[in-house]
């Protein structure tokens, strides 16, 4: 199994920043993928970001494209979310999750691990 657990959430304010990180133990860390995934109150877990096994693919959802990044360092078994230019509506819940199929998958159901989360709340 992979353990992953998240840290770095808080609040902030509009237009301020977050660095999200995840670290993970269990199986080799750099035979997976990992995502990110947030989840606002009543709301379904959305699809936030996604790295490949060796960091050099990436892909975001429209809305975060330009204010998010996500990377990863092996070496660390941790992968993080920087978030820039925040929203009120990115407030949620987020986690982090690893698969280990191929092509950048944006559904929750694609993943086998899950975090348990931290809470990332926006003020305007």
């Known amino acids: 199994q992979v353990q992953l657990v998240e840290s770095g959430g808080g609040l902030v304010q509009a237009g301020g920043s977050l660095r999200l990180s995840c670290a993970a133990s269990g199986r080799t860390f750099s035979g997976y993928a990992l995502g990110w995934f947030r989840q606002g109150p009543g709301r379904e877990r959305e699809f936030v970001a996604w790295?490949?096994?060796?960091?050099?693919?990436?892909s975001y959802v429209d809305s975060v494209k330009g204010r998010f990044t996500i990377s990863r360092d092996n070496a660390k078994n941790t992968v993080y979310l920087q978030m820039n230019s925040l929203k009120p509506e990115d407030t949620a819940l987020y986690y982090c999750?690893?698969?280990?199929?191929?092509?950048?998958?944006?559904?929750?159901?694609?993943?086998?691990?899950w975090g348990q989360g931290t809470q990332v709340t926006v003020s305007s």
């Open positions: 999750a690893a698969t280990n199929r191929a092509g950048a998958p944006n559904t929750p159901s694609a993943y086998d691990y």
């Open positions: 790295i490949g096994r060796s960091g050099l693919t990436t």
